[in-house]
């Protein structure tokens, strides 16, 4: 039967001779080292890396392109209280037209599917949610937004917003967030949790937590989030995001709470760029780069992956809605740099990803969906090192983005 779509002469993972992958109804029907007759569609991949699509697992699109106010001391605390004053504004037009702005970067970059935190609390109330909300429904066939409740001004002590996240679960949102050091002790913390897991359990939806995004030592709600997850049995669909306290635990502590980490099979999503823009800003000298431990993480066995968490905006000026860019940040600042450890970070943002958000049917299988991207680079090491241009972004086996950007130099240039 005839393929829908053919992509000749291309690189997957795992193989080094070059592969014809045939795509029939959204999904690949075949992988094969020979050439398959050309499809209805055909792209030459010419040696280039074909990979599933890239993952976000952690944003916040409501606030993207939110230039002003400007955070002068670029500290955590004045992002969150510059965006408090400004919450109520935000109109379910205006989120959808930033968020809109930021999927099709994202896009365009290889990225099909995002999870995005969405403030739940007394100021935002369900206001920024609907326009969150209508984002995923404007992109619903064609790029993935999984939402999540996210109660930014803590749950132990404010009753409206418990109220309002079981509100949130009920209107749409895809899964439980949290934010337990923002609390104002670790009694406290405790006590989010069991709110978050008592939601949880009731909406049969996963977890996901702002756990210690700060530089205190004090914090280490990670702890207590593994423990729990393990008593209630929610092993595999709990993440922690940020875990940036964990560099400044000592090393003794660090061992614990990393082994029962792995043990309640979490995932740590590491926002690299943000952390190390926020963190560390207290510090004169030997300044802290305030991110998770990930090569300790990787070394035990969890699964790690890591977020753009924030572009353009109070919390992060830069930004670009690269998932590239993110991983590369990522091997930097957790020096991983041997060829496995390259492998670990390049599939931070796929399989690592794809794990923690429970992604089926994600690879380049015969059976897979044809969510792929094919890179201008011949291998996952170049793809990391260049980020080149992703030539063709594909979703359930159609063209969705097609780069043509390409540098002419001009024959005076000795090669
Ligand atoms: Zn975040």
């Keep these: 039967m005839e393929m829908d779509l053919t992509i000749h002469n291309a690189v997957i993972d795992g193989t080094e001779k070059e592969v014809t992958v045939g795509i029939r109804g959204g999904r690949i029907a075949a992988v094969s080292p020979e050439s398959l007759p050309a499809g209805r569609d055909k792209i030459d991949a010419g040696g280039r890396l074909l990979s599933p699509a890239l993952i976000d697992p952690h944003f916040h699109l409501e606030n993207a392109f939110l230039e002003q106010p400007v ?42 599917w995002l999870r995005s935190h969405v403030d739940i609390d007394h100021i935002a109330r369900l206001q920024l949610l609907e ?40 209107r749409g949102a895809d899964v439980v967030g949290g934010m337990p050091h923002g609390e104002k002790d670790m009694d406290a913390a405790a006590r989010q949790i069991e709110i978050a897991f008592e939601i949880a359990l009731a909406s049969d939806a996963d977890i996901d937590m702002h756990c210690d995004e700060t530089d205190d030592p004090y914090w280490h709600s990670l702890e207590l989030l593994a423990e729990k997850t393990i ?39 590491t926002n690299t760029p943000v952390n190390l823009h926020i963190q560390g800003r207290g510090d004169t000298r030997l300044v802290r780069r305030g991110i998770a431990r990930v090569k300790e993480l990787l070394e035990a066995g969890v699964n790690v992956s890591c977020g753009q968490d924030d572009m353009d905006n109070m919390f992060y000026p830069f930004g670009k809605m690269d ?53 201008n680079a011949k291998s996952v090491e170049e793809a990391l090192r260049l980020q080149p241009a992703r030539r063709y972004v594909i979703r359930d086996g159609k063209i969705l983005v097609e780069n043509r950007r390409e540098t002419i130099f001009s024959d005076r240039i000795p090669g």
């Design 71 to 112: 955070n002068r001391s670029g500290t955590l605390k004045e992002a969150i209280d510059l965006y408090a004053g400004i919450k109520p504004n935000l109109t379910t037009d205006d989120i959808v037209t930033r968020a809109s702005r930021a999927i099709r970067m994202a896009m365009a970059n290889g990225t099909l």
């Design 231 to 269: 008593d209630a049995g929610y092993q595999g669909r709990v993440a922690a995001s940020h875990c940036c306290a964990m560099a400044a635990w000592d090393d003794k502590m660090a061992a614990r709470i990393i082994e029962k980490v792995a043990r309640a099979g979490i995932t740590v999503i």
């Design 131 to 170: 326009g969150v909300l209508a984002t995923r429904e404007k992109y619903r066939d064609i790029f993935t937004v999984q939402v999540v409740a996210f109660p930014q001004w803590g749950l132990a002590a404010n009753p409206e917003a418990v109220d309002l996240m079981w509100q949130a679960m009920e």
């Design 323 to 375: 998932m590239l860019e993110v991983a590369n940040f990522a091997a930097h600042t957790a020096h991983l740099s041997s060829p496995e450890e390259i492998r670990a970070a390049f599939d931070m943002p796929r399989y690592a990803a794809a794990r923690a958000l429970r992604l089926p049917d994600y690879g380049v299988e015969e059976g897979d969906r044809a969510n792929l991207v094919l890179f």
